[in-house]
Every structure is written in structure tokens, then in C-alpha cells.
């Protein structure tokens, strides 16, 4: 079972959306004194703290009985990640500043923070291409969301449990969970190799390579505007800041999806399974770089991971995680190893039999090979 959101943009009338908005307020005002009782009460289970709020809030707030629900378990949710947090020492060392503010004072929502919905609050209707959803002016019915092909139809499909209401940059939108069954994995005819980078994105052991340039630009331009922003500290430079964040993130994951829906087709239509490095690796491997590309990259070698593996998995297509120890120093012609067979950043050439290649595309090889040797241990009767 694949687990994914799909996100429909909604479309509603200027009279729908001020209810949206209305219902956001309102969930969230709700979700604030929630998490002052169960701040000031140092009660933090969903169900205990349904004990102690549900009745009040649901009069207090002009909620349904299941807004009323899903806030009193947005505000156990978050208390469970901020403890999981302290615990985990993300929030400074017991003592530290940080750390004692934080702890002083209970957790707040943003007044336009998303709110859970379930399918008695939100109903979808898939031909009209409409959903009627649950507001505190009551029931909104006709509200029309628009996406494409593809999401559509695996909403159509694979809708199951929970979405999301988002209200981001002036934009409304439903993050819908979609559970999506395993197909079967074929087995594979060979590898598709891929190395991971920055220059290049990806490389294929088929000579594709996914160039990083037009990200590596966003990305230098967000830095250079984020020293210059930083110096002033006002409340609408964080903010601008911000948006720039998310906007990037959003790019980045547009063209990761990208990248991964072409290697996972490719692997398909040739009838291979894909070879990637373990994931583990290449932290280790980013984190020998210059400290801020860790912080930059990093998660999004991750995510590009992550986007190949499960759309493989969808389309039954095997994924190996191989490790990648020397994978850009090996030939992949002879197997000779050495540091002096990468004079450069782009250039492989084998010292050894004379093999050149574009660096990044003889590591998918080597990649590749590992992965049918990996299989076949693997999967060895
Ligand atoms: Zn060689």
C-alpha cells in the first residue's frame, strides 16, 4: 500500500470564500484555547482532552461535532510533535532560553492553519467536479476544484480517509490522502542506474541527465536576497522570506516529480528495474560538502529518492538501493578504481583501459551493475 496526497485547487465564488475563511478563524480560535486548557491543565491525550473541551468549544465556537473532533486532535497532534521535539532536543538544552520560552507558554494556531476534514464534513463529487464541505455558515454546496488529468483520476480512484483545507498565498486548496494498493513487482530485465547530484540532478546509465540549473539559479538568487533581507529584520522582510522558502520547496518538488515520473517510465518501458544509491549514503556523502549545500540539498536528494521509489512501486517496477562507495571513481567499462580516473567534475576517463564518459553517467553505470549483483543475491532461490 502507497500512501500519497493528492492537492486539488478549489475554485470558490468571492461569497464561498470569505465562508472558508470564516471557517478557518474560527477552527483555529477554537484549536487556541483548546491548547490553553490542555497547556494550563498538562493534559495533552486526544481523548482526555476531548473529555475536558468538546462540549464548550463546539457552543463556544459554532462548530459540528466533527470540526469540534478534528481540532481537539490537531491540538493533541501538535503537542505530541513539540514533546516528541523537546525529547529529541530540537528545542535547545533544558535550561537554554529557547528551550524555557518555549515551554512557558502554550502552542498557538495561525488563524488561516490548515484544518482536517473527513468525509462527513466533505463530500466529493468527482463528475461535477465539485465537493460540498462543512462551514460555520453552514453546509457549502457547488464548490469547484480543478486539477489535472492525472490527479483527478487517482482521486477518482484512491480518495481515502482525511484532506487537508489550505489556505496558502490567497490560494484555497484540498490536500487529499489517497491510498493506492501494491502492484505486483515484475521482474526486472536489467537496471536503470541513476546517480544523484547537484550539477546534474540525475544521470541515467543511458546518458539522460537531468540538469540542476534551472533550480541551482532559484536557489542562488533566494540566497542572495536572503542576505540582503536578513540584515533588516523587520516583520515583512521574514515574511517575504518565507514565501520564497515555500515558493522554492515548491519548485523543487514540481521538478523532482518531474525527473522521477520520466526514470520511473523509462524503467518501465524497457522492462528494468532502477538501481539508486542507499539513501543513507548519500547523507554521508552530501555532509562532506560545504556545510550550507547540506542544509540546502540534502532533503532534496531525499525527496527525488523518495518520488522515484514510490512511483516505481506504483507502476510495479523493482528498486534497489545499492551502496555507493566509489561509484564516481570506478570505470564502469574495467572496474579499475582510482581517484586520478575523475580529473574533473564532468570528465571520467579511465587510466586504466582508456574509457571516457561524463563522470555522472559512468557512476549511474557502476550503480546499475551493482544493482542486477544486488538482485541477484537478493533474490537468489
Ligand atoms: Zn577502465
Known sequence: MVKLVVQVK???????????????????????????VAFAQ????????????????????????QAAQHVIKKVADAYRTFHANLRAGNVGAPGTKRRTRAESRPITFRPDAAQPYDDRCLSWLMQARTVSIWTTRGRLKNVAFTGSPEQLKTLNACRKGESDLVHRDGGWYLYATCEISDVPVTEPD???GVDLGIANIAATGD??????????????RNRELRRRLQAKQTKSARRLLKKRRRKEARFAADTNHTIAKQIVTEAERTGRGIALEDLQGIRDRVRLRKPQRVTLHSWSFHQLGAFIGYKA???????????PAYTSRQCSACGHTGRANRPDQE???????????????????????????????SHAA
Open 313 to 323: 512501486r506504483r507502476a510495479g517496477v523493482a528498486v534497489i538501493y545499492v551502496d
Open 207 to 220: 546518458g539522460t541527465r537531468y540538469s540542476g540549473k534551472g533550480l541551482n539559479a532559484v536557489r542562488h
Open 190 to 192: 536489467g537496471f536503470l
Open 347 to 377: 570528465t571520467f576517463l579511465c587510466t586504466s583501459c582508456g574509457f571516457a564518459e561524463h563522470a555522472d553517467v559512468n557512476a549511474a553505470r557502476n550503480i546499475a551493475a551493482r544493482g542486477v549483483a544486488g538482485w541477484a543475491v
Open 10 to 36: 478549489l475554485l470558490p465564488t468571492p461569497e464561498q470564500a470569505a465562508a472558508l475563511e470564516g471557517t478557518l478563524h474560527a477552527v483555529n480560535t477554537a484549536a487556541d484555547l483548546v491548547s490553553a
Open 42 to 65: 498538562r493534559c495533552f491525550r486526544n481523548y482526555d482532552l476531548r473529555e475536558h473541551t468538546y462540549a464548550w468549544i463546539k457552543a463556544e465556537c459554532g462548530l459540528a461535532a
